[in-house]
């Protein structure tokens, strides 16, 4: 069984940044694609960003060239590098791995960024 446990979420100023991570655990885990999600209020889940295991990367719009995906995979840790933080990404952030054809969902961080 895979667990995800992520970290790093907080409390930021407006213009700050944060580094999320996301740490897997289990017998013979081995990612193939990783996401990132996050979830505000009131609205659905929003996917933000794609890492594969041959290094692609994609990433909504609103957070392209200021969230950055990345992995550690001696660590097994997929991390969301967030820079330049806005009040409008206020929201619980989660991370989301396949495995060898199964998704695993991480259990949420919160991020709130204050203006």
């Known amino acids: 069984q895979v667990q995800l446990v992520e970290s790093g979420g907080g409390l930021v100023q407006a213009g700050g940044s944060l580094r999320l991570s996301c740490a897997a655990s289990?017998?013979?885990?081995?990612?193939?694609?990783m996401n990132w999600y996050r979830q505000a209020p009131g609205k659905q889940r929003e996917w933000l960003a794609t890492l594969t295991s041959g290094g692609s990367t994609n990433y909504l719009d609103s957070v392209e060239g200021r969230f950055t995906i990345s992995r550690d995979s001696a660590k097994n840790t997929v991390y969301l590098q967030m820079n330049s933080l806005k009040p409008e990404d206020t929201a619980v952030y989660y991370c989301?791995?396949?495995?060898?054809?199964?998704?695993?969902w991480g259990q949420g961080t919160q991020v709130t960024v204050s203006s």
């Open positions: 989301r791995v396949r495995s060898w054809g199964t998704y695993y």
């Open positions: 289990g017998r013979l885990f081995r990612a193939d694609v």
